[in-house]
Nanobody, 115 residues
Framework: VQLVESGGGSGHPGGSLKLPCVASDIIPSTHRMAWFRQAPGKDREFVAAINWTGGDTNYARSVKSRSTISVDRTVNTIYLQMHNLSPEETDVYHC?????????WGVGTQVTVPS
């Protein structure tokens, strides 16, 4: 299954985003999906995860109070919504399968929050 992220762009401090990640095929109900982000020269950072069935969400502490991960199985899409963005969150955002085994990383979508 190929995952394609989109929805990035240039935001503003305190703004919001909603990133879709569309799967090319049906994802099995046993899979767990997640969003990550990575800045140039830094390690990839976990943001949020969810079961493909829509349950058992968890979030990085830095985003938990202002983010929502969700799935829409009718359109094979995983969403990440974040509010109150900061310039430090200028990253490439990726989605991927994390369970039962990690998937192949796509190119992600660039989010830029100017300072």
């Amino acid at each position: 299954v190929q995952l394609v992220e989109s929805g990035g762009g240039s935001g503003h401090p305190g703004g919001s985003l909603k990133l879709p990640c569309v799967a090319s095929d049906i994802i099995p109900s046993t899979h767990r999906m997640a969003w990550f982000r990575q800045a140039p020269g830094k390690d990839r950072e976990f943001v949020a995860a969810i079961n493909w069935t829509g349950g058992d969400t968890n979030y990085a502490r830095s985003v938990k109070s202002r983010s929502t991960i969700s799935v829409d199985r009718t359109v094979n899409t995983i969403y990440l919504q974040m509010h109150n963005l900061s310039p430090e969150e200028t990253d490439v955002y990726h989605c991927n399968k994390v369970l039962p085994t990690p998937g192949v990383w796509g190119v992600g979508t660039q989010v830029t929050v100017p300072s």
